[in-house]
Nanobody, 125 residues
Framework: QGQLTESGGGLVQGGGSVRLSCAASGYMFSSYNMGWFRQAPGKEREFVAAISWSGGTTYYADSVKGRFTISRDNAKNTMYLQMNNLKPEDTAVYYC??????????????????WGQGTQVTVSS
């Protein structure tokens, strides 16, 4: 059974940067598309970014485009989310996810069948 573990969250000032990591174990991580989602208090979980199994294709929500960068290192079984120029509205629990079927609907959480436990990112104003 596959397992995903996020790390790197914390408290950061507005305009600052944070890098999240998602370590995968127990399955063929390098062959799965991956994604990041987030859930703010009182809101539904939303798509943030996705990356193809090879790392060659990336997708971003409009709200983070130009500020966040998704990447992966298949040799280390790890995916990353570099978040720059953070804003208070980026405050949320961030989740990484894996899609074993490599489907096309990368922005739908239903596409993903493995999820991490989440890591909190809090951006102060």
């Amino acid at each position: 059974q596959g397992q995903l573990t996020e790390s790197g969250g914390g408290l950061v000032q507005g305009g600052g940067s944070v890098r999240l990591s998602c370590a995968a174990s127990g399955y063929m991580f390098s062959s799965y598309n991956m994604g990041w989602f987030r859930q703010a208090p009182g809101k539904e979980r939303e798509f943030v970014a996705a990356i193809s199994w090879s790392g060659g294709t990336t997708y971003y929500a409009d709200s983070v485009k130009g500020r966040f960068t998704i990447s992966r290192d298949n040799a280390k079984n790890t995916m990353y989310l570099q978040m720059n120029n953070l804003k208070p509205e980026d405050t949320a629990v961030y989740y990484c996810a894996a899609d074993s079927q490599n489907g096309s609907y990368y922005y739908y959480e239903e596409e993903y069948d493995y999820w991490g436990q989440g890591t909190q990112v809090t951006v102060s104003s």
